[in-house]
C-alpha cells in the first residue's frame, strides 16, 4: 500500500501532541505529506436565540450581543488553532516533511472525512480520548465516525488517561 497523503486531524488536547508526533514519524518513514486539519465544533447560532425569546426591542438587543459576543469567541478559537497548527507545521516542514494545514467550522467527524475525500489523503490519523459507556453516548466519538465513514484509511491513537 503507497501512503502519500496524511489528514491528520488534530484537536487542542493533550493528545495531540501524541497524535502529531506518530503522523510526523510515519510521514518520514514513507516520504508522505501531511495535512495537518483542526475542526472547531459550533453549534448552529439559532441555539443561542432558541433560549432567548424575543417579544421586545430589549430582547432583540440582547439576542444581538449574543451572537455579537459569539462570533468574536469564535475568531478568537480559530486564531488560537491556526496559531497551534502553525507550530506543528514548522515542526514538520523543518524535518523535511512537505506540510499544510486547515481548519474549519462545524461538525468534525464529517468535516473530516469530506476533506479527506477531497484532498484525496490515502491515511487519516486521529486520537480518542477513550470515552466510554454514556460518557461517549453524550459526547459523541469523532473517531468512531471517522472510522465508518472515511473515503480511505484510518489510523486511530489511543487516548491518554486523564490525570486525577
Known sequence: MVINKILVALDRSEQA?????QA?????????????????????????SSFIEVGTLAD????????QLRHESLQ??????KSLLQI??????????????????GDP???ICNLAKSWGADLIILGRRGHKGITEMFL???SNHVVHNAPCS???VQGIKPRL
Open 17 to 21: 501532541q501524541v497524535v502529531f508526533e
Open 24 to 48: 510526523l514519524e510515519l510521514a518520514k518513514k514513507l516520504a508522505s505529506s501531511l495535512l495537518l486539519f483542526n475542526c472547531l465544533d459550533w453549534e448552529e447560532e439559532g441555539e443561542i
Open 60 to 67: 432583540i438587543g440582547r439576542s444581538e450581543t449574543a451572537k
Open 76 to 81: 478568537k478559537d480559530i486564531e488560537q488553532v
Open 88 to 105: 506543528y507545521c514548522q515542526q514538520a516542514q523543518d524535518q523535511g516533511v512537505d506540510t499544510e494545514v486547515d481548519c474549519k467550522v
Open 109 to 111: 467527524g464529517s468535516r
Open 140 to 142: 459523541g466519538s469523532i
Open 154 to 156: 484510518v489510523f486511530v
